[in-house]
């Protein structure tokens, strides 16, 4: 390092070092962070995203170990939206492709699983038709058939949907993923499917709908209210007109289901649907009966008289003869019954709460009483008050304040500007440092060490001839004997305090001091104060 050529171009060397760790600070820190766009494409559509960037001159990086396509932070949303322009990425792995690079002579194993494989990329891919969808995975547990076991445990799935940002899916479009995976694996069941999104909530119905507090019933109290609340916006905005009023309702929703079932029999309700038999009339004597031969059956015979006529006599008999009416019928009676089946859906209203807050400048007469009145009975029409059930409806006026415009605003130093403009400040800063602070100076000593020092030849002769100034003093008188005659190479050697120390006069302590302070002038102020002090300190010990 004391060679005469390293010490020239040392300086050079610090100088160009310091450039170079100026030019790396300035790259490192102008590039604005980066953000993967796509991991792990195939080389076909990774050649497609990059000529598409390419020819939108988007800046776009490639991981040389991993393959990883990065932009910027600042054009990442923007690139999204291109590349789905053009339909890029164009192609994904599927069940196709995984077939096709099955090898020949795969065992049974090896054979299941890659089915396996290929059936939940089609499935991940049927998915992914969603537009809020971005891309799916689907893990389906299926067992294989073995004749060996009795009892197999049910066929289950799993899937994990990558969301676009904002988006979440309706309870539609997620029973439709479940519908569509169970109906893709014989013997699965949608209840075996569990669906989550990239923040790990649930999105398959994990709760039984009748569990008080659950999601279809808040939905559906949810739907009643803005029912309500959609009716009294249409009555009241052509009344006192948009923004002047401020409805709302709260339903209390009886979620109960009840059902009871009844039989009666109305006592007048008889039906005959069926009669059969016969009615006989007959006379007792004419029936022959008892033991022959013996009277005590036979009844008396009734009297004769001669002078009356035959048919009036025989009618008389007749009239008189003992008779026997009999009737024999077999009847079938329907009765009457009544089954009444009363059934209570849940989602009834059990109770309502309305209020409504008008602005009083929006009234003809403000906060008129009757005018109010008339108000609450259009509202207790539209919402179907029934005072049976405790309904509450409030209608007041009051006088509104203004909204204040609540447009967020950007915050300057949120803005996307503010952020390339403090990277690059930092960066020029950073480099001026490393420049100013420290190539600077390097340059402005080599440039005091290139420079001749005039100095007075001292001769030095005695004891002190061989001390560090003597040395320096002839050092500097060789050559000609002045250093005004030395050529312009030649280098002074270096003076150090301890040099000046060991300096015994006046003289040498000078001739020192005046060469410390051409190479190191901003050291020189202190050093001379202390050698004075010092040279004073000697003057009075010598007198």
Do not use: C
Request: cysteine-free; charged content about 25%; glycine content about 6%.
């Amino acid at each position: 390092m004391r060679q005469p050529a390293i010490a020239r171009a040392l300086p050079l060397i610090i100088l160009s070092a310091v450039v170079l760790s100026a030019v790396i600070v300035w790259l490192v820190l102008r590039e604005p962070p980066q953000r993967d766009l796509f991991r792990g494409l195939p080389d076909s559509d990774k050649s497609a995203v990059t000529q598409a960037l390419q020819s939108a001159n988007i800046a776009y990086r490639v991981d040389d170990s991993t393959g990883t396509l990065t932009v910027s932070e600042e054009d990442y949303h923007s690139t999204k939206i291109a590349l789905a322009g053009q339909g890029l990425p164009r192609s994904a792995p599927s069940g196709d492709s995984i077939m096709s690079t099955m090898p020949m002579g795969a065992s049974r194993a090896v054979e299941s699983e890659k089915l396996r494989s290929a059936r939940e990329m089609d499935l991940a891919r049927s998915i992914e038709a969603i537009d809020s969808v971005v891309s799916a995975r689907v893990h389906l547990a299926v067992e294989p058939p073995s004749i060996f076991l009795r009892d197999r445990n049910e066929p289950s799935a799993s899937v994990v949907l990558y969301l676009a940002s904002s988006a979440r899916l309706s309870e539609k479009e997620t029973q439709a993923i479940l519908n569509l995976v169970a109906s893709s694996v014989p013997g699965l069941a949608a209840g075996n499917v569990s669906v989550i999104d990239q923040n790990g909530r649930l999105l398959s119905r994990s709760e039984d709908d009748a569990s008080p507090g659950s999601d279809a019933h808040l939905k559906v109290k949810a739907a009643i209210e803005d029912r309500y609340r959609q009716s009294l916006m249409s009555l009241l905005t052509p009344l006192v007109g948009a923004g002047n009023f401020v409805a709302e309702v709260t339903a209390e929703v009886n979620f109960d289901e009840k059902q009871a079932t009844k039989e009666t029999y109305p006592a007048d309700g008889s039906v005959l649907r069926f009669e059969q038999g016969k009615k006989s009339d007959e006379l007792i004597g004419d029936r022959i009966g008892g033991i022959p031969g013996a009277l005590a059956n036979r009844p008396p015979e009734g009297p004769e008289f001669q002078d009356e006529p035959e048919d009036a006599a025989a009618q008389e008999a007749a009239a008189t003869e003992p008779r026997r009416t009999s009737e024999e019928y077999r009847r079938r009676f329907e009765l009457a019954r009544e089954i009444a089946v009363v059934s209570q859906a849940p989602g009834q209203v059990s109770r309502l709460s309305v209020a409504v807050a008008i602005d009083d400048s929006a009234l003809k007469n403000k906060k008129s009483p009757k005018e109010i009145q008339e108000i609450e009975k259009l509202v207790k029409g539209t919402v179907g008050f029934s005072a049976e059930r405790g309904d509450q409806i409030a209608v007041t006026a009051r006088r509104f304040k203004a909204v204040e415009d609540e447009t967020v605003e950007e915050i300057w130093y949120e803005a996307s500007w503010f952020g390339m403009l403090a990277r690059n400040l930092s960066a020029i800063i950073v480099a001026l440092l490393l420049i100013f602070g420290i190539g600077r100076p390097v340059l402005k000593r080599w440039q005091n060490s290139a420079k001749p020092v005039s100095a007075n030849p001292i001769q030095l002769n005695g004891p002190d001839s061989n001390s560090p100034a003597a040395n320096f003093s002839q050092a500097n008188v060789q050559d000609g004997g002045s250093v005004e005659h030395q050529t312009a190479g030649a280098l002074t050697p270096p003076v150090t305090v301890d040099m000046i120390n060991s300096a015994k006069s006046y003289q040498e302590r000078a001739l020192l001091t005046q060469n410390f302070v051409k190479q190191n002038p901003d050291h020189a102020a202190l050093v001379v104060k202390e050698l004075l002090k010092e040279s004073d300190e000697l003057e009075e010990a010598d007198g």
